[in-house]
């Protein structure tokens, strides 16, 4: 068979140019957050417009799922597909398609699965009643709270407080009542100890710890934190209160309270994420958690393990999706302007962090509010036509046949940007296995793994991304790195490949100044690239480009000198070097007037 090498169309790279709406919006971001920046509804415009229905899809870093449930959305475009389309310039070709995805992450390879594989809504959103109504039959006594008439209410959530040691005579202060001011709100730097009634910066203070009975009946050492807000809710007013007698002596219920056998002893094996001030006394899953949350959260995960199999997994990530953002101490309030409280949030994004003002939120409740945006989600994707397989291994070695994927759509990890599997145990502890870190591709102190090694497990990867993918196939790359050595990284994988440029969202930077792709410092936008097979005339033009760049940097430059720079930079680039030195020099005599 004759092998085609149709390049992509103006309209193709159009997609490259025009604004991307944000990931960060509607249902499917909403059920699991994902860290790609861009919506598989977006992603599934570029399925449809790069392929026809039935073709393959590959994602090499298949992450949570995005590339699977783009193409699902594929065969169910909504009215917001179709406008960005219509927005992007292009005409997509609606229909079912097949993905294969490939993840190391136990996690994300479980919320792939349970996503690309939906229950149907309905039966889903009777489980979750019943799930949350045998959950407060068991266990709602634990956020049983009454408001301040004395009104039986629920627990919303509550603040803990951190409490710090007056250095100058010992006193513990909680860190509530020396930082929060309420009139007007604000957070303190310095407080008066109210023992020896002087005045100390609050970081100058050290924490206070405990040795307590954790939730196995092991002795361990603790940061000292008391109770010292209540927010809840009767009927529908919502209230808020300092902690009683009644809301300490449920707290210390808690603690008696024998977890479910099932519940997850487990180390926590610490990397990159280790914070010696804030992380002491942490070193096992349930550490995370005050009693309360970690009973609620085992309470509710062995519950849910007695589901149909239908809905078993749907629940299972439901409860996952809230689990490590609002259930653990990793839950917070901040300061923000123009507000007259603090603002309730959750755990912050790609750190394992513990604020001095940890927040117990009610999982219970909490859980039956995701549940609606659980039940959108599925409801997009439900009875699609598109098949996805999710393969729980490394994509350095796919196992599937040459030439068969028609297009690649992945989004690599971003050098040391976020060590995923290290945060991922959180949630990978509940599903009872954590993910090989030896086959993470990442730069990681904690791993010995510097540049050299991500390169080259890059360049694994995108070795047999170009032996799966058809001759005419091409891949869209989503990456962002503000460090040159993870873009030179990345250039090198996927030239050595085989692979070159032929649009980006940054076209203007990557054709201008092949300098600004593999030295970036800053990388705005969305820096997407589409790459194809090279063949030899784009080989020639990329070293072409190389070549003028050199020669616009150099100025009155020696050019025997400036052809070696060349040749260092071709090979550092990966770019096979087409042009000889008399060609070079011709080139630099015509950028010079004339003059060699």
Known sequence: MKKSNKRPSEAV?????APLPSARTGPLYNAFSYPTKISPEA??????????????????????????????????????????AQDMGVTPEWGPRNAHLFEIGKL????????????????????????????????GWLYAAMDPLGNEGSLRHAIWSDVRICPSCGEETSYWEAAVRRKPLSMSESFVCRSCKKTHRIEACERAFETVRDAFGRRHETRKRVLVRVYGQTGKTKWQRP????????????????????????????????????HRGIK?????????????????????GKFPKNVRDALRLLILSYNSSHSTLMSRVVLKKGQNDLVLTGAQSGVLYISGLPVEKNV????????????????????????????NRTSERMGLPDASVDYVFTDPPFGDYIPYAELNQINEIWLGETTDRSKEIIVSDAQKKGVDAYERMMGNVFGEMARVLKSDGTATVVFHSAHSEIWRALVAAYSQAGFTVAAASILDKIQASFKQVVSTVSV???????????????????????????????GKEDPQMLYSRFVGRCL????????????????????NGGKA
């Open 13 to 17: 790279k159009s997609l490259y140019k």
């Open 43 to 84: 992603i599934a415009v570029f399925i449809a417009t790069h392929t026809k229905p039935g073709a393959t899809v590959l994602d090499a870093f298949g992450g949570s799922g995005t590339t699977g449930l783009a193409a699902m959305l594929c065969d169910r475009p909504t009215a917001g597909m179709r406008k960005m």
């Open 108 to 139: 994300g390879s479980f919320v792939a699965r349970t996503l690309c594989a939906p229950p149907d809504p309905a039966v889903f959103s009777r489980a979750v009643d019943e799930l949350c109504r045998q959950a407060k039959e068991k266990i």
């Open 243 to 278: 902690p009683t007698q009644e809301d300490q002596k449920t707290a210390a219920a808690a603690k008696r309270a024998d977890v479910p056998e099932s519940a997850p002893d487990a180390e926590i094996v610490w990397g990159d994420l280790h914070r010696a001030g804030y």
């Open 284 to 304: 096992r899953l349930h550490h995370f958690y005050t009693r309360r949350n970690f009973l609620a959260v085992a309470t509710l995960w062995e519950l849910a």
């Open 364 to 391: 219970i409740e909490g859980i039956a509010r995701k549940a609606k945006s659980f039940r959108d989600a599925f409801a997009l994707v439900h009875a699609s036509n598109s098949r996805v397989r999710v393969f």
């Open 524 to 554: 705005k936008g969305d820096p997407l690239l589409l790459l194809t097979k090279a063949t030899k005339a784009s080989s020639r033009k990329t070293c072409r480009q190389v070549a003028e760049h050199i020669v616009s940097e150099a």
């Open 572 to 591: 550092e680039m990966g770019v096979p070097i087409n042009m000889d030195a008399r060609e070079f020099y011709g080139l630099a005599e015509k950028a």
